[in-house]
């Protein structure tokens, strides 16, 4: 499992990153405090606090250096 903070701070960041991990065939798990999420449900996203960074967690063995690439314009520092 890999674990990046990544910034949802507008519709369009949501639906976009939601567009890009569906296409991928493992679990993402969203983290905001004591609140877990799946990452594919954009329902679930907008219950979160995004005015701050989320933890997103990457349920994947192999392809991890993929994802990352995919989800670079999301993933903060």
């Known amino acids: 499992m890999k674990t990046v903070k990544i910034s949802l701070n507008s519709i369009d960041k949501v639906k976009a990153f939601v ?8 679990d993402f798990d969203l983290v ?23 933890d997103l967690n990457i349920h994947a063995e192999d392809n991890v250096e993929e994802i990352l690439s995919v989800l670079k314009a999301y993933i903060v520092s």
Request: charged share 25%.
């Open 32 to 54: 905001s405090g004591r609140y877990v999420i799946d990452a594919k449900s954009i329902m679930g996203i907008f219950s979160l606090d995004l005015s701050k960074p989320i």
């Open 19 to 26: 567009n890009d991990i569906t296409r991928f065939d493992y």
